[in-house]
């Protein structure tokens, strides 16, 4: 079955780095889109970043543009996020997904969670 795991979250201090992976399987992954999505404390969905088949294809949404990179290998069959000048606003949980060619989210982690804080 499609399974999707997130790990790299963690706590950091203002200005710094992270990067999340996403370890697919249950699936050809060469084959899908795949997106970041995450959800702030008491906040709805935000989706980040979205990627295509070869990886030379990326979207981000605008607060992110510039500290965020998305990339993925298609060799380990994992998707990763960079996250360079990390905010306070940037505190949320981080969940990977699989998209249709429509990019609907049809597959999700569990998440990981980024928290931000000095």
């Known amino acids: 079955q499609v399974q999707l795991v997130e790990s790299g979250g963690g706590l950091v201090q203002p200005g710094g780095s992270l990067r999340l992976s996403c370890a697919a399987s249950g699936f050809t992954f060469r084959s899908y889109y795949m997106s970041w999505v995450r959800q702030a404390p008491g906040k709805g969905l935000e989706w980040i970043s979205g990627?295509?088949?070869?990886?030379?294809?990326?979207y981000y949404t605008d607060s992110v543009k510039g500290r965020f990179t998305i990339s993925r290998d298609n060799t380990k069959n994992t998707l990763y996020l960079q996250m360079n000048d990390l905010k306070p606003d940037d505190t949320a949980l981080y969940y990977c997904?699989?998209?249709?060619?429509?990019?609907?989210?049809?597959?999700w982690g569990q998440g990981t969670q980024v928290t931000v804080s000095s």
């Open positions: 997904a699989r998209d249709t060619l429509t990019w609907a989210k049809e597959y």
């Open positions: 990627i295509n088949f070869g990886g030379d294809t990326t």
